[in-house]
């Protein structure tokens, strides 16, 4: 578990970069037993066809490049694309995009559209402290109202429940309004392994897991970032 985590960390260090990719990334945590989305790296038009095909539409593509650390800023994230069509006019795109930002490409992502309540689990490195793991719920919840709970890390099931509980939003959880509820115990399997995570690499500076949906059948991360220190 910890080495191949550390097997990929080392190796961005190496290459003198602090920002881990969304590819890295997930392979990181899935050394630690959290699950991502179905997604496949893509290097050519016709790979993202078939893996769209593979994945099933509606898919998610997205630019994967150590120079792109927001994606959204850059327009490197797409959704919703329900088609061959759509998926090599967008790679096409991103590709130029990336050609004339003058970025280099690591491929393109394509990824399941996931569904669920949303979630984030964040993290921050305290001077005094140390590593402070977080958990929140996605979407409106963090934007507008900072709905957030933070403890130190590593941290055990017992300590996760109770920053669920200090949630605003926790009822989500439930299947409110109609929602499917989400398995508890997936997500507070995933926040206790992020934390260990932290805990067992002092150099990470930054984790944003954001967003991970959760449902009946587990929580899924959509979208990672990890910065070295």
Request: hydrophobic share 45%.
């Amino acid at each position: 578990m910890r080495q191949e985590a550390m097997h990929i960390l080392d190796g961005v260090a190496v290459e003198g970069r602090k920002f881990v990719t969304e590819p890295e990334a997930k392979r990181v945590l899935k050394a630690y037993g959290i699950e991502s989305t179905n997604e496949s790296l893509c290097q050519s038009e016709d790979e993202a066809v078939t893996a769209a095909k593979e994945i099933g539409y509606p898919v998610v593509m997205k630019l994967v490049s150590p120079q792109v650390v927001h994606k959204t800023e850059f327009n490197a994230v797409r959704l919703n694309i329900r088609n061959e069509d759509e998926v090599k006019a967008v790679y096409t795109e991103m590709i130029e995009m990336a050609k004339s930002s003058r970025f280099q490409v690591a491929g393109i992502l394509v990824a399941e559209t996931a569904t669920g309540t949303e979630f984030i689990i964040g993290s921050i490195r305290d001077k005094q402290f140390g590593p402070l793991v977080m958990l929140g719920l996605g979407g409106i919840f963090v934007e507008i109202y900072k709905d957030v709970s933070y403890r130190l890390a590593p941290v055990e099931p017992i300590e996760v429940k109770d920053m669920i509980s200090e949630l605003k939003g926790r009822r989500m959880l439930d299947g409110f309004r109609g929602k499917e509820k989400v398995d508890t115990e997936a997500l507070i399997n995933a926040v206790v392994s992020v934390s260990q995570l932290l805990a067992d690499f002092p150099n990470i500076a930054e984790m944003d897991l954001n967003p991970i949906f959760g449902n009946a059948r587990g929580v899924k991360v959509a979208d990672a970032r990890i910065m070295l220190g």
